[in-house]
């Protein structure tokens, strides 16, 4: 009997017809079958490149760049010689964050095929997210010279020039792309963001629009006309509608940051509810330093339809007290506790505007009418919240509001009578705690921990958070803080004092912050005509914020540069242990934290990149000597970030702390809420009444306003000497665009406006322009001169 043979030899490679049944399934979306299929493929024939390829496309195009670089590895072992599979291993190796092996590839694929424009736009791109624009612009000016028609190829050059600060070029770059595509709605959008840093208002205008026709919803677009139109001064409430419609397409940085600055100049009594709900979450979430929509906020529940009404009476009846219904009219308080935005500011920032604290003054005082009526007339939910708002607000400016003689007597008592029912482990309402934390911080309750062991409805749980949790964890903080300097000067004892019985700032919620960018992207985009020594790409970035106070500042420094290491240091261990629980609170590393006198930070025996010290120089004995020593820890080419106070700008405020020191006010909390209420009652139009900053709106901050142990100010042309004799080359002022655009109107031949003798005769002109700050970069150029 004869043996039969086996009728067919196993394929080794698929046949043409599954490949082109697989890619059709790819080409019509049906991506779960293409995997199955293309995985089967793989598990068939693991020696052919199609499947393997097949499967790291479509899980790069899924954007699962892990199994994308295994299979894509695979593919590129099985058949080297295929520049295309090179190409999409450096895709795949790219969204993972592994940049320099993307660049490999795509080196490998243009040596397989040097007229590859795909290849060349890929590894420009990699160039850019590596923070290399001046290679990524020559990778895409190869790709224009091989194929000079390609509109995006000329688009991402203007990015490229963009980033390297070359905007007359990055404009052209893009007028190029819009010619060549005038539908191209991201490089008309780019351009017109180009233009405007240009100065060139209306053909940004024009830009935004021409965008917007190709595509009505591109958020970016729509937020560049609402910033042309601020810059403008047009109708505010024009540039929030066009944000609105930004945000609908998703909560953008830039969306949000324009929206605050259309609330800061919208006037209120436009405002409808859709955009008090906005300005809630723009507070609670939070779109911006909280600080800087305080204003705002106060002003739309001013001219609140319903809420309205009650601050009237409140400012009418100043400084008469109120009853409830008096105060509150028929709605009550639950009518305060079901606007949200009244519990987003009230918890976020101290009010700042003199008609609303009137009117919380009146209402805290009918709040402890409440509390001691409790037992008998319970408060409903909305009331409840509200009042618990309003004793975190008290917290929040430390107790900065007015309190009567007898109003503080009767507090007084409702203090001890907590503290009594704690003792006695007695049935305790919830206004009762409410009331005292309104008036007295509960933490300073001899049994505060007690009242963490009772429940409690919500908005007294996240009061005690406020006013018993939080502070303990502070205070294990401040006892685990290491030294790094002993704290001998005079000067510096005094002002550790200071911040250790007021830290300062009591932030709540940081300003929100993008992506990690190199440092030289950050520089480069915040100043794109200054002329700076780049740094490169470097592993890591070593950064010194020096005076961190309670952390606000190293945070953003944090999240903000790529790689970020942050020593931030400060005189006070109450600051440093507010810092380092806001540092664990929002999840945020690379920060230590450690208390030292900058004046002893000579010794330390490292050096930084970038050293940050804003609004802390000034308050030593010595403010030369303190940048000096800083000074000498940077590294050469490093950078600095400083905030100095104003000659200029301080004099309305140098005028009113010599007028409270005349009338014998000391920086005790009493004498300062008196202090505070003298200044209030002064005239409108009093001089005096300038200087009711935000600062002025609580007590750390009204300490460092006007009762500061030591504080110096100076000039730019004092700023200019300093920065000549010690090799410091100035990058620019950190400044908002319409001071920056007077100045440049002023002075056409500085776009830069790094010319100090002209910000001289500019702020004697207007001398408000640095009321906080001069705020400002430097670079280190060369060592000081003889």
């Known amino acids: 009997m004869q043996t039969q043979a086996h009728p067919v030899e196993m394929a080794m490679v698929p046949s043409r017809t599954e490949k082109l049944d697989v890619v059709a399934l790819y080409n019509a979306g049906l991506f779960a079958e293409t995997e199955e299929r293309a995985t089967d493929l793989t598990r068939r024939f693991p020696t052919d490149v199609f499947g393997w390829s097949l499967l790291g496309t ?233 600080e800087l929509l305080a204003a705002p906020a106060c002003r739309l529940l001013e001219h609140h339809e319903s809420l309205g009404p009650a601050v009237t009476r409140a400012v009418a009846a100043w400084p008469r007290r109120l009853s409830g219904g008096a105060l509150f009219g028929p709605d009550g308080p639950q009518a305060w506790g079901r606007e949200p935005l009244v519990a987003s500011l009230l918890a976020a920032t101290p009010v700042c505007t003199v008609p609303l604290e009137r009117f919380l003054t009146q209402a805290r005082a009918v709040l402890l009418t409440a509390a001691e009526q409790a037992v008998a007339t319970p408060p409903d939910a909305d009331a409840l919240g509200f009042y618990a708002s309003l004793a975190r607000q008290c917290h929040v400016n430390e107790y900065a509001f007015a309190v009567a003689e007898e109003e503080e007597t009767r507090a007084t008592a409702g203090r001890d009578a907590l503290e009594a029912a704690l003792a006695a482990d007695r049935d305790i309402p919830a206004l009762l705690v409410v009331a005292v934390a ?66 300062y700032p009591r932030w709540i919620k940081s300003a929100p912050v993008d992506e990690p960018v190199l440092f030289d992207a950050y520089l480069r985009r915040r100043f794109p005509r200054a002329a700076f020594a780049p740094f490169g790409a470097r592993d890591g970035l070593d950064v010194l914020v020096a005076g961190c106070g309670t952390g606000q500042h190293a945070l953003e420094t944090a999240r903000r540069f790529r790689g970020a290491r942050v020593l931030a240091v400060d005189l006070s261990l109450s600051s440093l242990g507010y810092a380092r629980r806001k540092t664990r609170e929002l999840g945020v590393s690379g920060i230590e934290y450690a208390q030292a006198d900058i004046l002893g930070l000579s010794d330390l025996g490292r050096r930084f990149d970038v050293i940050e010290s804003s609004g802390v120089l000034h308050h030593l004995a010595d403010p030369l000597a303190g940048w000096r020593v800083l000074l000498s820890l940077l590294r050469p080419g490093g950078c600095m970030r400083l905030g100095l106070y104003s000659d200029v700008a301080r004099r309305g405020i140098v005028r009113a702390r010599a007028y409270l020191f005349a009338r014998g006010y000391t920086a005790t909390a009493e004498s300062m809420r008196r202090c505070r209420q003298e200044l209030l009652d002064l005239p409108a139009d009093d001089p005096l009444r300038r200087i009711l900053l935000n600062d002025f709106f609580s007590i750390s901050g009204c300490r460092d306003l006007l009762f500061h142990v030591c504080e110096h100010c100076t000039t730019p042309l004092g700023l200019k000497a300093f920065l000549a004799e010690n090799g410091l080359a100035l990058l620019g002022f950190d400044l908002d665009a319409p001071a920056l655009e007077a100045y440049r109107r002023r002075y056409p031949g500085d776009p830069a406006a790094t010319d100090l003798s002209n910000w001289h005769y500019f702020e004697e002109d207007n001398p408000d322009t640095f009321i906080e700050m001069y705020q400002f970069w430097v670079q280190k150029t060369a060592g000081p001169t003889a």
């Open 58 to 290: 479509l899980h790069l195009r899924l954007g699962q760049s892990g199994p994308a670089v295994a299979s894509l590895k695979k593919a590129v072992a099985l058949s080297p010689e295929v520049p295309d599979i090179h190409n999409n291993l450096g895709l795949a190796l790219a969204e993972a964050g592994c940049l320099d092996e993307a660049l490999a590839c795509y080196g490998q694929a243009l040596a397989l095929d040097p007229g590859s424009v795909r290849a060349l736009t890929n590894q420009g791109a990699a160039f850019e997210a590596a923070g290399r624009p001046h290679e990524a612009a020559a990778s895409y000016r190869q790709a224009i010279a091989l194929s000079p028609d390609q509109a995006r190829s000329h688009y991402n050059l203007g990015n490229a020039l963009k980033d390297l600060g070359r905007l007359e070029e990055a404009e052209a770059a893009y007028a190029t792309a819009v010619a060549l595509a005038p539908d191209y709605a991201y490089a008309q959008t780019n351009r017109g963001i180009t233009l405007r840093e240009l100065g060139r208002p209306d053909a940004a205008m024009a830009c935004a629009r021409a965008a917007l026709e190709a595509d009505s919803t591109l958020a970016q677009a729509l937020d560049l006309l609402a910033a042309c139109l601020l810059d403008r001064g047009d109708d505010p409430g024009a540039a929030l509608e066009l944000v609105a419609r930004s945000l609908e397409q998703g909560p953008g940085l830039e969306a949000r940051r324009l929206y605050c600055e259309c609330l800061r100049r919208l006037p209120p009594w436009q405002a409808d509810a859709a955009t008090r709900d906005m300005a809630a979450r723009a507070l609670a979430e939070p779109w911006t330093r909280p």
């Open 438 to 503: 309104a008036y007295f911080p509960l933490h300073s309750l001899e049994a505060a921990e007690r009242l963490l062991a009772r429940p409690w409805p919500g908005p007294v749980d996240a009061l005690l958070t406020q006013q018993v949790r939080e502070p303990a964890e502070e205070r294990g903080y401040r006892e685990d803080t290491p030294g790094l300097t002993a704290i001998v000067d005079a000067v510096s004892q005094r002002v550790r004092l200071q911040y250790e019985e007021n830290p």
